[in-house]
């Protein structure tokens, strides 16, 4: 074996170790990184040749967690792992974004990453290494490959920046973004924040880039060390100079015009589809790679020529100005048997979003092999064919689907109330029935309005606004687009997607697929988000102003009831009688659990008698016998010194023979039956928890009555 080892300095005692040369040998490429006990390991494997016919990268990243690096057994009958779960997806998500720019265009071999978490550290976040981990197996490959990048994490966590931080000081930050880039510029930014101002956003992505361009150099050094300087040859495309340039010539100038008309996305395509047919209509009979190529050739005309209207002539294939954002309009409550719901159209995208309010019971169980427990907040974002008059198969959420979703609910959960003043499960599902352009942004909006219809108490409205930026090969020249269509996405420089509330930045996903992105175009595109943002928020509030007072008529209602730890068992019951008792009986749903020595138990129903009703039982169990008090009581039992008398459920007490009544008995024959209703009064609990009870200090004295 030869193992080489490059170490990273973290700054602050901590190091990220770069192995290579050990594990897996037949992949091109593959490293081990290890940061205290947490290690991935990274391969790459890319083919020699391309497949006929394809013009991209075909390009994969899984990222898998394996249970046992967490000393766990996987759940569920199979008992292994299985497909990814939703956060390895967003997980491959966040290095694909990162890696995809940074391979040449004209690479088009089948390429497969894939990074697995083999031993787990519980304070260390192994997501901000993966990135790096599948840049280093690419750099110790002779893949082509335009890197190195790193991808790492950067929080405020006590007003000051850290990079990586524990899970301990996660828990605390007031932002939190994963940042990757290369050694010159940043390429992709995801995360969270508090309602931070756009500064403070800038300042936490300078910070993380100067630990990036760090990791960058160490995997420079590594491939030197490794011999691997010199990347494989490969010659993936046909082409046809001659007939580029006829392309080019003799059709420019008519998409340059159909692109200024700013006509409709539907009536703008037929006719740039019609420039095309016709060109290659005279042809004549031609093979398959010239009209690959000739459909090739005339995309890059499209691409050229919308992006030079918008820099030589600010105009926008629609016809708007580069800061205006898209006619909008809402509703609130389309559907009324929903608990809650909202429409939000904006242009050509619109998302028709419910609200769901549930019990304890409803919780998502998160099982994977580093993150495991319950989830209360759901968003499930849907995108149909039909969204863009496709016919597509329904085969649930991809990772398009997942990620989109992943960033309308980190932006919302941002406002919702805290634990004590939400009891609910709160699913959200955002359904697009249109989109061009920025359906996640829309998600985002019409998620905020369903939220406020359902009358759960955010705390501040969101909305969102997806940026773009288009320009000039020689970078001297540039414009930013606010809320970009989806040609625009396509055919731009950069997606930079922004949420927040009328106080600050919630959320944040930005890909660049350009170098050279300056801090000050960065900080331009951030203003302008932010008056496209507080646009949007004005039109919102055009439809809905203030949460409502309450929930909807049918909404399931909960409540909270807090007992001594003690009572726990009682509310139960063995083998769980008591409270399935309780349950079949009333109607309600009812969770209990202990939380800082006490016992929360949340009642759940649809109507208010059976939420009383279990409350009422519930609070009789767990009620302290007060000495004083005097209660009506049961006879449960009779002894010769007394009587047990259930004063609360659950709660019997001793009426001694001698509290019976001021005259005295010498035997208990005779004076009750078990079943009868006594008054008594609570005198004293002893020790033990024994109740004495009286029945005589309640009755008139002998002389009294006389």
């Given at each position: ?98 890696l995809r720019p940074m391979f040449p265009e004209d690479y088009h071999a089948d390429t497969q990453i894939m990074i697995s978490l083999i031993s787990a550290d519980k304070d260390i976040m192994p997501d901000c290494l993966a990135g790096l981990a599948a840049s280093a197996a690419l750099s110790v490959s002779d893949i082509p490959f335009n890197g190195p990048i790193s991808e790492v994490r950067v929080a405020k966590v006590d007003g000051q920046l850290v990079i990586n931080p524990t899970v301990t000081q996660l828990a605390k930050a007031t932002l939190e973004f994963i940042v990757a880039g290369n050694e010159h510029d940043i390429n992709m930014v995801e995360g969270e924040s508090a309602e931070i101002q ?509």
């Amino acid at each position: 074996m030869n193992v080489i080892k490059k170490v990273i300095d973290l700054g602050d005692g901590r190091t990220i170790e770069i192995e290579t040369g050990k594990l897996a040998k037949q992949a091109d490429g593959s490293v081990v990184i290890k940061m205290g006990d947490t290690m991935l390991l990274a391969t790459v494997v890319s083919s020699k040749e391309a497949k006929e016919g394809v013009d991209f990268l075909p390009l994969s990243v899984d990222y898998q967690e394996k249970y046992a690096a967490t000393g766990r057994i996987p759940g569920g009958f199979l008992r292994r792992e299985a497909r990814l779960s939703d956060y390895e997806v967003l997980i491959s998500r966040l290095v694909d974004r990162a890696l995809r720019p940074m391979f040449p265009e004209d690479y088009h071999a089948d390429t497969q990453i894939m990074i697995s978490l083999i031993s787990a550290d519980k304070d260390i976040m192994p997501d901000c290494l993966a990135g790096l981990a599948a840049s280093a197996a690419l750099s110790v490959s002779d893949i082509p490959f335009n890197g190195p990048i790193s991808e790492v994490r950067v929080a405020k966590v006590d007003g000051q920046l850290v990079i990586n931080p524990t899970v301990t000081q996660l828990a605390k930050a007031t932002l939190e973004f994963i940042v990757a880039g290369n050694e010159h510029d940043i390429n992709m930014v995801e995360g969270e924040s508090a309602e931070i101002q756009e500064e403070e956003l800038v300042e936490a992505i300078k910070f993380a880039h100067t630990a990036i361009k760090i990791q960058c150099l160490a995997q420079k050094e590594l491939t030197i060390e490794v011999g691997k300087t010199e990347k494989r040859t490969y010659s993936h495309e046909h082409s046809n100079e001659e007939l580029q340039k006829a392309i080019y010539a003799a059709t420019y100038d008519k998409v340059y015009a159909i692109a200024g008309e700013a006509s409709g996305k539907d009536e703008r395509s037929a006719k740039f589809k019609a420039v095309r047919d016709e060109y290659i209509a005279t042809l004549g009979e031609i093979d398959d790679i010239t009209k690959f190529l000739a459909k090739k050739y005339y995309h890059d005309v499209e691409y050229d020529a919308i992006r030079n209207l918008v820099l030589d002539e600010g105009k926008r294939l629609d016809g708007r100005k580069t800061t205006e954002v898209r006619p909008i309009w809402s509703e609130v409550g389309y559907l009324p048997a929903a608990h809650g719901s909202a429409v939000f159209t904006r242009g050509e995208t619109q998302a028709l979003t419910t609200v769901t309010l549930g019990a304890k019971d409803a919780e998502q169980m998160i099982d994977g092999a580093f993150i495991n427990g319950y989830q209360k907040f759901l968003l499930h974002y849907n995108f149909p064919g039909f969204s863009t008059g496709e016919v597509r198969p329904n085969r649930g959420a991809g990772r398009r689907e997942i990620g989109h979703g992943n960033l309308a609910m980190r932006s919302l959960k941002r406002v919702l109330p805290v634990d004590d003043s939400n009891p609910y499960t709160i699913r959200i599902v955002s359904d697009i029935l249109e989109s061009n352009g920025s359906s996640s942004m829309a998600t985002v909006c019409a998620g905020t309005l369903a939220l406020m219809d359902a009358g759960i108490k955010i705390t501040n409205p969101v909305s969102g606004i997806a940026m773009g930026l288009i320009t000039n090969e020689m970078g001297t020249k540039y414009a930013i687009l606010s809320d970009i269509l989806g040609d625009e996405d396509h055919l731009g420089d950069m997606d930079f997607k922004v949420t927040g509330t009328k106080n600050g930045i919630v959320a944040v996903q930005m890909d660049l697929k350009i170098n050279g992105l300056s801090y000050e175009v960065l900080s331009n595109a951030l203003n302008q988000a932010k008056d496209g943002r507080l646009h949007i928020l004005g039109e919102m509030a055009k439809t809905i102003t203030e949460v409502r007072e309450d929930y909807k008529p049918h909404a399931p209602r909960i409540i909270t009831i807090k007992i001594d730890k003690e009572y726990i068992g009682a509310v139960i019951g063995p083998g769980g009688k008591i409270i399935q008792e309780m349950q079949r009986e009333t109607g309600a749903t009812i969770s209990i659990e202990e939380v800082d020595n006490q016992g929360i138990v949340q009642i759940f129903a649809d109507n208010k008698a059976a939420i009383d009703a279990a409350a009422t039982r519930i609070r009789n169990i767990a009620a302290r016998p007060e000495v004083g008090e005097i209660y009506e009581g049961k006879v449960k039992s009779i002894m010769p010194f007394g009587a047990f008398i259930e004063i609360m459920p659950g709660k019997d007490g001793l009426l001694h023979i001698s509290e019976i009544d001021h005259k005295r008995f010498e035997t208990m024959d005779g004076i009750f039956q078990v079943g009868d209703e006594v008054r008594v009064k609570l005198l004293d609990v002893d020790k033990q928890g024994k109740l004495k009870l009286s029945r005589k200090v309640l009755l008139p004295k002998p002389d009294a009555a006389q």
